[in-house]
């Protein structure tokens, strides 16, 4: 079975489908990708930024790219892409679900609606799209399905209720499917970052609160992160959390729940206290 994962260890020629490859994460795992050799589809709903990065990975893989629109929680829609990718590129070795959004409010200050789309594109997207794939997969028998998850769907955070609870489905669905195609030479990896500086807390928390609160060290690159986790394709990794004491922090938090939800609630009283100097 390794035999078969391990051809993925060399990206030159896979074809590597990513969605919210527009912009952050999913942009820097598509140029990333291409920068190994990939042919790249890039999958988003802004065409023009999903261009630019096409034409990017075009330049640095020498291969062709992608830039296929798609709002990733219209299963027709979906349905619809991944035919024309059966058509005009190929059979899928990669598939990387990042599109994703965040909304770091109170639970009682969420608009439902945002709540619904939260958990259309996190977590419905991700499982129907990793399914429709993983059937091609199963019958290819290889593949890797990567799905980002977060370092809130395993240790919770006040202001991310709605969000860190699709984040959390997600890390389970995933373990959930590994099992199940495991037998069929397909790796399936959860990436579960701390903060990453894309443009995601922008749109996630626009008066800025949440990111003036939380050390800058704490935050890495999406290039940084990309390299990491192409850096583990191809092997048993099951798991990415990166950086690496964020494991750690899980894994006290797994031990002692309660001493972190006292922890996690101090340190976010005494942030309300400085916003309120
Ligand atoms: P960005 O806001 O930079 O990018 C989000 C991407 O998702 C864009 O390409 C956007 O494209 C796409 N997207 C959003 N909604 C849809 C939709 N309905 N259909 C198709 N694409 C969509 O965020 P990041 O790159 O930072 O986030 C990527 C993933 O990483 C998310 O799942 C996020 O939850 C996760 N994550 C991010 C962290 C961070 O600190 N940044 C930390 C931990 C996890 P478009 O608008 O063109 O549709």
């Given at each position: ?27 820097a ?10 042919i ?76 619904s789309?939260?958990?259309?594109v ?22 890797a ?10 240790i ?29 030479g ?28 939380l ?63």
């Amino acid at each position: 079975m390794l035999r078969r994962i391990k051809s993925l260890r060399k990206l030159k020629n896979k074809i590597v489908l990513i969605t919210g490859g527009s912009r952050g994460i999913g942009a820097a795992l598509a140029i990333e990708a291409a920068h190994r050799g990939a042919i790249v589809i890039v999958v988003a709903r802004n065409l023009d930024r999903l261009e630019r990065v096409a034409k990017r990975c075009l330049v640095l893989s020498g291969r062709p790219a992608f830039a296929f629109q798609c709002d990733v929680t219209d299963p027709d829609a979906v349905d619809k892409m991944l035919d024309k990718v059966r058509h005009e590129v190929g059979d899928i070795d990669v598939l990387i679900n990042s599109a994703g959004i965040g909304d770091m409010r109170e639970v009682v200050k969420q608009p439902r609606q945002r709540v619904s789309t939260m958990v259309n594109v996190n977590l419905l997207a991700t499982m129907y799209l990793s399914r429709s794939v993983a059937k091609e997969m199963m019958d290819q028998g290889y593949g890797a399905i990567i799905n980002i998850g977060s370092l809130a769907g395993k240790i919770p955070t006040p202001n991310a209720a709605a969000y860190s609870a699709t984040k959390a489905g997600v890390i389970q669905f995933s373990n959930i499917l590994r099992m199940e195609v495991a037998d069929y030479g397909i790796q399936v990896l959860t990436v579960n970052p701390g903060p990453v500086d894309t443009h995601f807390f922008k749109a996630a928390d626009p008066s800025g609160n949440y990111l003036s609160h939380l050390p800058k060290s704490m935050m890495i690159s999406a290039a940084q992160l990309a390299q990491t986790v192409w850096d583990n394709v191809g092997y048993k990794t099951r798991e990415i959390n990166v950086p690496g004491y964020t494991a750690i922090l899980s894994w006290i938090y797994q031990l002692i729940p309660g001493m972190g939800d006292w922890t996690i609630k101090k340190i976010f009283d005494f942030q309300q206290d400085k916003r309120n100097l």
